[in-house]
């Protein structure tokens, strides 16, 4: 079965005067048509890094994509050089990307109407009236009132959550195959936060697209999402279906990030357990696991074996450790 975005062996690396960053490092993982998967993981972990190597917008230097293939409808979009016309034909029309932060993501001294005009116009050799009537289209689809006379208004004029709601139809203006979320709701209050998920799931349900939401909340993932990936320090370690991850994780620090958020079945006052430690510096990996100083499973072959590989544990679950903790949780 060919998938419709297949990453394999991703390897992105930061070259700076005094070292080398792996904020990518080995990174493999698919995405399905008409499908909603989830990255999560800590700050740092790479997973913006993963995603903006995808569409090759790693600032460069000192950022540079060292290995890998993304393989986009079977194509490698590695191939083509970052700022060719075949990668910006990909940028906004094949996939689009919704990011962090819209304050810095629009443009400030255009109008946001112009800013989803232009894609329609490139992407799609719209003319500027039929782009104009698509844009206003899109600005009711997402939820923004009036939208005829805010078209001619500027980013500033507008809340964060509406910014946002403006990114998202920018990004689903050229009907893309795939939308990357790059934490979406970063900005806004919680509010807000539920209300922009349910529109962006709704919208690629309705477009039939499939969608990366990249984020640290589990709770997100654990409404959406179809299957999720676990990174850590650059690497993917742990992937399964939300209910496998859920009711199941078999990495420890899956384990961690599901003990240190609440949850509604919980009993009453318990208490939330933090992840020791930090996460490691990712200009001096360990030879073994990176998770290993903070673990409360660790073994003695944890402290002398290289990081372990994913390996398959049961259908689509895989985990990257030696030590089988069913049963060991608690």
């Known amino acids: 079965m060919q998938h419709l975005l297949e990453v394999i062996n991703l390897r992105t690396q930061f070259h700076l005067d005094h070292g ?23 700050s ?75 894609m329609l116009e490139i992407h799609r050799n719209f003319s500027k009236k039929a782009a104009r009537e698509r844009s206003i289209e899109l600005l009711k689809m997402v939820g ?5 006379n805010r078209m001619d208004h500027y980013p500033h004029q507008f809340s964060g959550g509406m910014r946002q709601r403006v990114m998202i ?23 807000t936060q539920a209300q922009l998920f349910e529109l962006m799931v709704s919208t690629v349900e309705q477009l039939n697209t499939s969608l990366i939401v990249v984020t640290h909340s589990l709770g997100v993932v654990a409404r959406y999402s179809h299957r999720i990936y676990v990174m850590y320090a650059g690497r993917i370690v742990e992937s399964g279906t939300s209910e496998d991850i859920f009711e199941n994780p078999l990495h420890p620090y899956t384990v961690g990030l599901l003990r240190s958020v609440p949850r509604l079945d919980s009993p009453k006052g318990k208490k939330l357990i933090p ?24 073994t003695e072959r944890c402290k002398i074996e290289p990081w372990p590989d994913l390996r398959r544990i049961d259908g689509k679950h895989t985990t990257a450790c030696y030590v089988d903790i069913r049963g060991k949780i608690h």
Do not use: W
């Not at 490698?76 to 990011?99: C, H, Q, T, V, W």
């Not at 923004?144 to 005829?148: E, N, V």
């Open 144 to 148: 923004i009132s009036d939208a005829a």
């Open 44 to 118: 740092g972990c790479g997973k913006s890094v993963t995603q903006l190597s995808v569409i090759q917008l790693i600032a460069s230097p000192p950022g540079k994509i060292v290995d890998g293939q993304v393989l986009l409808d079977g194509q490698d979009l590695l191939k083509f050089k970052p700022n060719s016309d075949e990668m910006s034909a990909i940028r906004g029309n094949k996939i689009g990307m919704i990011f962090q932060e819209p304050m810095t993501s629009l443009n400030p001294v255009l109008t946001v109407g112009y800013q989803i005009s232009e």
């Open 275 to 298: 992840i020791p430690g930090l996460p490691p510096n990712l200009m001096n990996m360990p030879g073994t696991c990176a998770f290993l100083p903070r673990c409360e499973y660790q």
């Open 169 to 191: 139809a920018i990004a689903l203006s050229c009907n893309p195959e795939l939308v990357i979320a790059d934490e979406p709701t970063t900005a806004v209050d919680v509010t």
């Open 20 to 42: 080398i960053i792996k904020a990518v490092d080995g990174v493999s993982y698919h995405v399905d048509e008409h499908e909603i998967v989830g990255l999560v993981g800590e």
